[in-house]
């Protein structure tokens, strides 16, 4: 009985001092009313005029036409996060992308409040019915299928119809015997769909596993940020997983694992480059170069040229 009280006293001790954790690093994470309130005065001092971005990396105002086509910023090379749309323009042959499932969209499966609302008003912004774009085209004239995802819509977060729409692609890419590319980039599952969103990381990589089992090539491309659930499932599961300089790539964000291991993180951890140099990607590529680079691996995977024998 004795032994019983201690031990259990031991466990409470634990218990509250993982929760004293947990709750801390919550707490910074959310910010202080001080710091929003800065935050507030800085936006309101400083006037950016029409048709110019500020560099979040050097703070200067550039013309957003100064960005050009692959959206880098001309003092610092700061990458700006492009759109499935600008993406695929840069990456594929002229005019050889033809989308799939172009008008699947989301049906709420949960009737989580004002989500259907969010949903529409984003699909008027972003011309997009949700956040991934998939469909086949050619690189360097080598026929692939390929999935890019979208940050502009709703940070392009992984939910029923991004799950579905790249299980189909890569269906498609394993019936036609073709190499399929992803462009990953999103903040994690979408909670607005709770578990049928989590069982998307599942479906995706059954999926994926039978493409790999044809024998077939996969390849990622992680962009800038690439975390949570998708990090967890088919960003890290590419035969080759390139990705974008700078790149955030993670599962937890950097301030919920300091809470919880009770450590310091190195200032470069989640980087492409720390991932590099960890074995966790096998190359980076500077974003004019991708299309190159995918064209030579197809070319190296024995993937024929259109009307090539
Ligand atoms: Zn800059």
């Known amino acids: 009985m004795k032994f019983f009280k201690s031990f259990k006293a031991g466990i409470d001790k634990i218990s509250v001092e993982n929760l004293k954790g947990k709750v801390d690093a919550i707490k910074e994470t959310v910010p202080s009313k001080e710091k929003e309130e800065k935050a507030k005065d800085k936006d309101k001092k400083e006037e950016i005029p029409e048709g110019h971005i500020k560099c979040p990396s050097c703070e200067n105002i550039i013309e957003k036409k100064a960005l050009g086509h692959y959206k880098i910023c001309p003092k610092c090379a700061k990458l700006f996060r492009m759109n499935a749309k600008e993406r695929i323009r840069t990456v594929v042959d002229k005019d050889s992308f033809e989308e ?18 969010k949903v529409k008003s984003l699909q008027e912004k972003t011309s997009l ?7 086949k085209c050619t690189i360097g004239g080598r026929p692939c299928v390929i999935a890019v995802m979208d940050s502009g819509f709703m940070m392009g977060s992984l939910g029923s119809v991004v799950g579905e729409k790249i299980t189909r692609a890569f269906e498609y890419a394993t019936r ?10 999103s903040g994690g599952a979408r909670m607005q769909e709770g578990i049928v969103s989590l069982m998307q990381m599942a479906k995706v990589s059954a999926a994926c596993a039978k493409h790999s089992d044809a024998g077939l090539l996969y390849v990622t491309v992680l962009t800038d940020p690439t975390t949570g659930g998708v990090t967890a499932s ?13 790149t955030l790539i993670g599962f937890a964000g950097r301030r919920v694992i300091e809470g919880t291991i009770k450590q310091k993180l190195p200032d470069e951890f989640q980087t ?30 024995n993937v024929k040229k259109v009307g090539e024998n």
């Not at 019915?129 to 469909?135: E, F, H, P, R, S």
């Not at 036609?176 to 980039?185: A, D, G, Q, R, S």
């Not at 980076?284 to 680079?293: F, K, P």
């Open 234 to 246: 088919y960003a890290m599961l590419g035969d080759i997983i390139l990705a974008e300089p700078k």
């Open 129 to 135: 019915k949700d956040a991934v774009k998939t469909g």
């Open 272 to 301: 492409a480059e720390f991932l590099l140099e960890h074995g966790f990607v096998d190359a980076i590529i500077e974003r004019e170069n991708l299309s190159y680079v995918l064209s030579d691996i197809l070319k190296l995977h």
């Open 176 to 185: 036609n015997k073709m190499p399929i590319i992803v462009f990953t980039c």
């Open 100 to 117: 799939f499932d172009v008008n699947m969209e989301s049906k709420n499966p949960l009737n989580f409040p004002d989500y259907s609302e």
